[in-house]
């Protein structure tokens, strides 16, 4: 069965850190670009960071550059959001996320990120 779980979000005050955690299983997880996605009350799903099967290549939207980084651990099917700096304006679900052929995607189950001012 293809999973991704997501964990690690939470509730903290603007300036404060949050590692957000994604494990994934059912697939040969070290040949999939994995990315990082969020979803904010009444807004569009957005991408927030993604990263190549090698972990070589990463890439952040630029709302969070200089602040968040990916990175992932292919022994053990693990792909990470360190998130600095935090402001009100991250506060959202993120999601995890992977393709699953041409036209599937297979999404995490979401954690919550608040950040209070």
């Known amino acids: 069965q293809v999973q991704l779980v997501d964990s690690g979000g939470g509730s903290v005050q603007a300036g404060g850190s949050l590692t957000l955690s994604c494990v994934a299983s059912?697939?040969?997880?070290?040949?999939?670009?994995m990315k990082w996605y969020r979803q904010a009350p009444r807004k569009e799903r957005e991408l927030v960071a993604a990263?190549?099967?090698?972990?070589?290549?990463?890439n952040l939207a630029d709302s969070v550059k200089g602040r968040f980084t990916i990175s992932r651990d292919n022994s053990k099917n693990t792909v990470s959001l360190q998130m600095n700096s935090l402001k009100p304006e991250d506060t959202a679900v993120y999601y995890c996320n992977t393709a699953w052929g041409p036209s599937i995607n297979i999404w995490g189950q979401g954690t919550q990120v608040t950040v209070s001012s």
């Open positions: 059912g697939f040969t997880f070290s040949t999939h670009n």
């Open positions: 990263i190549s099967p090698s972990g070589g290549t990463t």
